[in-house]
């Protein structure tokens, strides 16, 4: 059995609870075949050498671990930079909050350069690997500049915008050609299968082989949507332990005379909070029978807090929640509840859960996880319902959920309105059809999937 080999900017034991489905699921596969787990350290060293780093080793079980250190200066233009400051606003579709500093790409291109250097030596020829996500896409060029012949493949998990949004970016062709070193790509969406397709069409005269086959810069590369997903039993389980439970009760005592509405994400502005809550705000305007009933509980966790854009979100965020409650609350009710934290792995199935409606809106998504976790959270006898932004990379799977343009305001309180309203009979109905979709292509699924159409993929 060939090793198996993952690369992605941050790298997590997978033996550790508080690691997410994914860690677990890379995880599950390297211990299967034993396997190098590879990526940066997460250490910033001040003062130090670009493109150089110290190496770290550790062992989980048959996994090793291996991290790089980032000085400063690389840190600031890979990460902050051109991977967050470029790719993430313009993949989800945000030009006007890119930052094209021309000085970024070198340190995006001495990071991933580093990373290589590091990682070659330590490959065996028959290691299978695969390279996780935006910030890494030039990987498997740069390591085949250096000679590596494996085999090598890519998952962006976040979306891939059309071509001339794409074409945004200054270095937009390097990076396109730059996935031709791999032998597969996968995406999130077909959605984004077809902007791919389009753009190498368009901008680099690709010939289509077949369906998933593209032959430009003198190379080929099969493209294909592997839609990930979440480990339903583990998350099912997850929902039945103990800290789960109490979070249940706890909540659904508080919360007896209420329905309570749930957000839950990363304070980013891919996820269209303000939107959201402006749209709760148009509730409570156009339905005052959820006045002192309907309640929301917005979970947006720090993230990113380096970069402008995202301390400017938050003080939007915090100014619309205090408006609001202002406008609405009264002693005995506030409308909105606003937690700038985590909530602990083990614990969010119990909210969840208590939840009737839970508001899923991004701007753009890759995929969003939080409406799977909350599909398999939920009591299949009485479940909450999904209010599920058309947006996001999930939404191609969840028909079932309420599909919403989280731009319009009023649709999307209509919408909300909807979910609080519906009936029980088709609560179920529609429960157990989404059950059944994140069912079937959960996260083993996810990786099984990819991993069998890498090994398939025929030599260049
Ligand atoms: P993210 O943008 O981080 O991921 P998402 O998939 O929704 O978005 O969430 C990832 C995980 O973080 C989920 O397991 C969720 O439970 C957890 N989480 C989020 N906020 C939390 C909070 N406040 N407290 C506790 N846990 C929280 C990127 C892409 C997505 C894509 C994933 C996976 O942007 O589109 O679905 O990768 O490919």
Request: charged share 20%.
């Amino acid at each position: 059995m060939a090793r198996f080999v993952v690369v992605s900017n941050r790298v997590a034991d997978p033996r550790k609870s508080a690691a997410g489905g994914l860690a677990v699921a890379l995880g599950d596969a390297l211990s299967a075949s034993g396997g190098l787990w590879f990526g940066w350290s997460g250490t910033v060293v001040e003062g130090g050498t670009p493109g150089e780093g110290e190496v770290h080793t550790q062992h989980a079980g048959n996994v090793t671990l291996v991290t790089v250190d980032l000085c400063k200066e690389d840190h600031d233009s890979y990460y902050l930079g051109y991977s967050n400051g470029v790719l993430w606003p313009v993949f989800h579709y945000r030009l006007d909050l890119a930052d094209f500093d021309a000085g970024y790409i070198g340190g995006y291109r001495r990071v991933n350069q580093l990373l290589a250097r590091k990682l070659l030596p330590l490959l065996l020829p028959d290691d299978i690997i695969w390279v996780h996500d935006y910030h890494l896409i030039p990987m498997a060029a740069e390591l085949r500049a250096m000679g590596c012949k494996n085999r090598i493949g890519f998952f962006l998990h976040i979306p891939l915008p059309p071509p001339l949004i794409l074409a945004a970016v200054p270095q937009h062709e390097w990076l396109i050609r730059s996935l031709f070193a791999y032998d597969l790509v996968g995406f999130q969406s077909q959605a984004d299968v077809d902007h791919f397709a389009r753009y190498v069409g368009q901008e680099a005269g690709a010939e289509t082989l077949d369906t998933h086959q593209f032959r430009a810069f003198g190379r080929k590369v099969q493209a294909q949507a592997f839609p990930i997903g979440i480990d339903v039993d583990e998350f099912a389980a997850l929902t039945h332990g103990k800290d789960a439970q109490d979070m249940y009760q706890h909540m659904k005592k508080e919360y007896s005379r209420r329905r309570l509405l749930l957000g839950v994400e990363r304070l980013d502005y891919s996820k269209g909070l303000p939107q959201r809550l402006k749209a709760f705000r148009e509730l409570l305007k156009n339905y005052p029978e959820n006045i002192r009933s309907a309640t929301l509980i917005q979970i947006a966790s720090p993230s990113r807090e380096a970069l402008d854009t995202y301390a400017g979100l938050r003080q939007e965020l915090e100014s619309l929640c205090g408006s609001i409650n202002g406008d609405f609350g009264g002693l005995d009710w506030m409308p909105v509840r606003y937690i700038h934290r985590n909530v602990a792995r083990k614990r969010l199935p119990g909210l969840y859960r208590v939840a009737a409606v839970a508001l899923v809106t991004p701007l753009r998504d890759g995929m969003n996880l939080v409406a799977k976790e909350f599909i398999a959270a939920q009591d299949p006898a009485d479940p909450g319902v999904l209010v599920l932004s058309r947006f996001a990379g999930a939404a191609e799977q969840l028909k079932e959920a309420i599909l919403v343009n989280p731009y319009d305001t009023h649709g999307t309180a209509e919408s909300i309105q909807l979910a609080l309203q519906m009936p029980l009979v088709e609560r179920q109905r529609r429960h157990q059809k989404l059950l059944e979709r994140i069912r079937s292509q959960d996260i083993h699924w996810w990786r099984s999937s990819f991993l069998e159409a890498l090994a398939a993929c025929s030599p260049d």
